[in-house]
Structures are given as C-alpha cells and as structure tokens.
C-alpha cells in the first residue's frame, strides 16, 4: 500500500505569498498518477491538479502541480484569500487509493 | 452540470446497519466509475470503495471488506453504500465521489452525509 507523507503540516504565509506544499510516496508512482486537492471547512474537497501537473478544469494558473516518482509538489504562484484552506494529495496508481494528511495553508 | 446528492446518513448504534444513497444528475452515470470517500470528524480523506462503470468491478479498503457493498440502481442513477456491522470507528461524513474517465481519482464530489455510530 502506497503511504503518502505530505509536509509542512501547517504553513503559515500571506496573501500575495508563494505557497510550495510537498507529497513524499512511499514508492514510485507509475505513469505520475497523483492528484491534488484543496478542501475548505465544510465543504467537500475539489480536484485542482490530476496526472501530477494538469490543472483540473476551471483551475486558476496561479495553482501548478510537478514532480515524478517519489516526490510532487503543488505550488500556488501568488496566495489570494480563497486560497487558505488544506490540500491533499491523493495517488491512483494502485488500490488501496490513499491521501496523504494534508497541508493546511492559513493565514499568517 | 453535475450534480451528486448524497443521503442516509444518521445516528446508528454499534453492530447496526444504514444505507447511504447518492443520486447522480449531469452525466451518463453509466459510463462512469463511481468511489466512496469518508473523513472522520476533524480527520483526512479515506478511500472506502469503488464500483466500476460496468456495474461488477468493485473494490474496497481493508478496513470496511466484508462488511459494506458498494452498488447502484442504473433505473434510477442512484449509487448505493450498504453499511453493516458498524463500528465506532466508520463515524464519517461520506462521500460519494465520480472517478474520472482514465483515472481513480475525483473529478467530482458530492456534499456529503454524516455518520455517526454511538451508543
């Protein structure tokens, strides 16, 4: 089974900042079938990046998805207000699909 | 557009039993994968079942098999999660989610349906 370790657990920055929020598996990924999520309290979690670097459709620019094997990163360019919420990543390379425990990104 | 309306959910004792549905709109719901996903209160994601578009294809996470069935109503585009042998530990807000065409993982998400099991 596929574990997917995410860090930092919280990283506090400020609107205008840049957010690099990273996804550790456990073994390689194959084909990069990782995604990406952003979750706000009380809402259902919303897919921003599939395939480790598309964007989902609707997704602003300023969302950015890299990485291969072991390790991925989701960068958000410039942080706006409705970005503060917590991100997880998911892999679909094999069953069990697993997240990682996310990232919170809050407002420093 | 899509739309996916989950319903069910509850208070439920340990041991007990609770059906959750989902009603799809917005797409061929033949066509697709359809996923469970639960987040316990204050926790992250988990991965409970997967039902393939050909309707036999499913797949479970260790910690429910045995005891929930993933299934749907293709008359009436509803997917299903029958829950048995509930534990304190399935409390959750469920989530039924719709799996990509070339993919498992969700490109769409419902707003979910808590479950509680308490005594």
């Known amino acids: 089974e596929f574990v997917l370790t995410q860090s930092p657990g919280t990283l506090s920055l400020s609107p205008g900042e840049r957010a690099t929020l990273s996804c550790k598996a456990s073994?390689?990924?194959?084909?990069?079938?990782l995604a990406w999520y952003q979750q706000k309290p009380g809402q259902a979690p919303r897919l921003l990046i599939y395939g480790a670097s598309n964007r989902a459709t609707g997704i602003p620019d300023r969302f950015s998805g890299s990485g291969s094997g072991t390790d991925f990163t989701l960068t958000i360019s410039r942080l706006e207000p409705e970005d503060f919420a917590v991100y997880y990543c998911?892999?679909?390379?094999?069953?069990?699909?697993?997240f990682g425990g996310g990232t919170k990104v809050e407002i420093k | 557009q899509v739309q996916l309306v989950e319903s069910g959910g509850g208070v439920v004792q340990p041991g007990g039993s609770l059906r959750l549905s989902c009603a799809e709109s917005?797409?061929?719901?033949?066509?697709?994968?359809m996923h469970w996903v639960r987040q316990a209160p204050g926790k992250g994601l988990e991965w409970v079942a997967f039902?393939?578009?050909?309707?036999?294809?499913?797949y479970y996470a260790d910690s429910v098999k045995g005891r929930f069935t993933i299934s749907r109503d293709t008359s009436k585009n509803t997917l299903y999660l029958q829950m048995n042998s509930l534990k304190g530990e399935d409390t959750a807000v469920y989530y039924c989610?719709?799996?990509?065409?070339?993919?498992?993982?969700?490109?769409?998400w419902g707003q979910g349906t808590l479950v509680t099991v308490s005594s």
């Open positions: 917005g797409f061929t719901f033949s066509t697709y994968g």
């Open positions: 039902l393939g578009n050909d309707g036999s294809s499913k």
């Open positions: 073994q390689s990924v194959s084909n990069n079938y």
């Open positions: 998911q892999q679909y390379d094999s069953s069990p699909l697993t």
């Open positions: 989610a719709k799996s990509y065409t070339s993919g498992w993982f969700f490109d769409f």
